[in-house]
């Protein structure tokens, strides 16, 4: 069982570049989200989705974007990177409104 | 405006023994959860315990309970029978329940080291 598989887990960017965080999960949850984690403080939304076809912004979705077009695909793109992105990505699941969130191992995202 | 309050940056137990981690919440939502997130060195989240805020039962999930003390807003974590592995941060999380935009909020966390 597979649960949230994140991919790449650790990458370097220039300023400028831009890249893909993919995002997969194996257990039909019609929820997922992105979460970015800067050192030292918890967790803030970036975008999240309800379901396939569906997405929208969270707390911090500036600079990002994302699509929804399968039940299990939820892939972040970063446009123009910039030294503020570096940060920790989680990519979460959920079954339903009030379940518990399942996280990814997280990618580790560093601009230079 | 929700807020998560975790008092404890750091504790240390002996292996073995019991370890209580306090969580205090505010919000105005009438419905919320409260989730236990531990992240242990390697940096992953792993989901700990959930309590929903019309439960009526303090939830328990193996050696991990919740001490849901609701109009006290506090939901503490309490971990029986410390191991070695236990050691790790600890992130108690709250969402509002009414929107799946809603954010979950965070605690600033507690460092728990278990002691041999």
């Known amino acids: 069982n597979a649960g949230v598989t994140q991919t790449p887990k650790f990458r370097i960017l220039k300023i400028g570049q831009s890249m893909t965080l993919q995002c997969t999960q194996d257990?039909?949850?019609?929820?997922m989200y992105w979460y970015r984690q800067d050192p030292g403080m918890g967790l803030k939304l970036i975008y999240y989705?309800?379901?396939?076809?569906?997405?929208d912004k969270g707390e911090v979705p500036n600079g990002y974007n994302v699509s929804r077009s399968t039940t299990e695909d939820f892939p972040l793109r970063l446009e123009l990177a910039a030294p503020s992105q570096t940060s920790v990505y989680f990519c979460?699941?959920?079954?339903?409104?009030?379940?518990?969130?399942?996280f990814g191992e997280g990618s580790r995202l560093t601009v230079l | 405006a929700q807020k998560i309050t975790q008092t404890q940056p750091g504790m240390f137990v002996q292996e073995k023994e019991a370890v209580t981690l306090d969580c205090t919440y505010d919000t105005s939502d009438p419905s919320y959860g409260l989730f236990w997130y531990k992240q242990p060195s390697s940096g992953e989240m792993i989901f700990l315990i959930y309590q929903g805020s019309y439960d009526q039962q303090n939830a328990t999930e193996g050696r991990y309970s919740l001490n849901f003390q609701k109009a006290r807003k506090s939901a503490n974590l309490v971990i029986s029978a410390s191991q070695l592995g236990d050691s790790a941060m600890y992130f108690c999380a709250m969402r509002a329940l009414d929107n799946a935009g809603n954010m979950l909020t965070f605690g600033g966390g507690t460092r728990l080291m278990v002691k041999p």
């Open positions: 989705s309800v379901g396939a076809g569906i997405t």
């Open positions: 257990m039909n949850h019609n929820y």
């Open positions: 979460a699941s959920s079954y339903s409104l009030g379940g518990e969130l399942f």
